[in-house]
Structure formats: structure tokens, C-alpha cells
């Protein structure tokens, strides 16, 4: 058992926990977060609090932001607006295919100068190499450019997904796991690419979470199109409830649908109510 908070680096972006340690944030609190580039500003989004889990291979908070860190803050978001506009105008002179989704900037430390990587997607490989050039003479500094995916230019900007709420992509998801169309088939969804396709285009992160549950109903209940005996009489199955766990039954006596529980239906089941009620 540990406290544990959570911080975003940008409204309505992902979440990160970490351990306060010795610090109590409060919710719209800023803190300092470390990060491969130095400790970085973040907002406190969930105010430190008890858990039950076990906190002890979450990192740690850096601490509370300061005057001296705010004003560095506000620096790099303005070095990034900066950048993203000669970025935009740019790309436009050059005529590439390219469309700018996110900035990052790192102030030059210890001698090193400052850095700004610029991520962007493209429908193919783009030869950028005199791109690259301008942008370090008009922006003074090294330049990096990173194509991304589609899932991960949907992660990098966030969004709204088709159930109103952030995508999970720029929420909580940490990794990108397989998903196929099977998922779908599976869950009786219709195969249109407008229904199950996400904000990046691919097919939906979600088809994935229940998919699990189908999988279970599906090596216990009888089939569509088998027979089976319910407690109102003899019928086929001619579809599946999975979320409540039923089958719905055509009945043989007066072709009147009903819905079954999965297990009333089941074979072991009825055997073994036959086995007990006859003794």
C-alpha cells in the first residue's frame, strides 16, 4: 500500500502516476516530472492519495515547480509555437507532402545547444534534407524531423473517439496491442470501416477489450442453429446476447422468441439438474 498522483503535460492528455514521495500535490498543482531531457513541468491532475496496490516501481516526483521552472516552461512552449509555425511555412514552400503534428523543444545544456524535433506524417518516405537546412538556419538550432504512424499521430494530438470520450490511445494505453478483424467478426459488429475504425484511421483499440469475453461464451454456449432444451421447452438458438450472458431460443411449440441464460441452456447444466432431481 502507497499514495500515488497523477500528472499530464498537456490538458486533457495522457495520464502518468507517480509516487509524491515526500510531496502532497493538489489537483491543478505544478510539478516536476523527470524525464530522459531533465525534469519537466507537468499539472497535477489527481491530488496524491492512498492506494492498494503495491507503488513501489512507479517513479518517483521530482518535486514542486518553481518560479525559475515555470518561466522555463513558458519558454519552451513558446520555442514550440515558434517552431510548428516556421515548420508549417516551410513545408508549404518546399511542397512536400507532409503534415506537421507535434513539436518538441530541449533547451541546450552543459554546452550542447538547444534541440527541436519536429514529427510529422506523410502518405510515403519524403526526401526533407533541404528542409532540414531551413529549419535549422531559421530556427538556430539542431533539428531533428520523426514520420509517424497513424496510430501514433493519433496518440501525439489526441481526440474524441466515436463514444465521446478521449481516445485511449492519448489517455492511458501504453502500448499498441494486435487487433483484427476476427475481434470484430467475433463481436457481431458490422464489418463497415466507418463503424469500426478509430480516429487514425485503423481499426478500433477497443475491439480488443471485451473481445476476451466473446471468446469465453463462445466455447460454452451452444451454437446458432443447435437445438437445446430451455425451461419453457424445445427450440433453436438463433442468436447471442453475449453482455447478458443468454441465448435467444425459437421455440418449436408456437415460433416465439425467448432469452435464455447461457447455463440453462447448457449441456453439463441440464445433466447435471437431471442427475440430482431424479435422486
Known sequence: MGMLCAV??????????????????????????????????????????????????????????????LRRDE??????????????RLIRDHSLPMKVVAVDHVLGTDGDGDRTTIYFTAPHRVDFRSLVRDLGATLHCRVELRQLSARDSARVQGGIGSCGRDLCCATFLTDFEPVTIRMAKDQDLPLNPLRISGACGRLMCCLKYEHPLYARFAESAPSVGSRVTTPEGDGRVVAHSVPKDAVIVRMDADGSRCSCSRASVCGPRQAHEERYSES
Open 75 to 88: 519558454l519552451l512552449r513558446r520555442r514550440k509555437a515558434e517552431a510548428k509555425v516556421a515548420a508549417k
Open 8 to 69: 499530464s503535460f498537456n490538458r486533457y492528455g495522457r495520464l502518468y502516476y507517480l509516487d509524491p514521495g515526500e510531496f502532497r500535490p493538489q489537483v491543478g498543482d505544478r510539478v516536476l516530472v523527470s524525464t530522459d531531457d531533465g525534469p519537466e513541468v507537468a499539472e497535477c491532475v489527481w491530488a496524491a492519495q492512498w492506494v492498494g496496490e503495491d507503488t513501489d516501481g512507479f517513479p518517483k516526483l521530482a518535486g514542486l515547480a518553481g518560479d525559475d521552472d
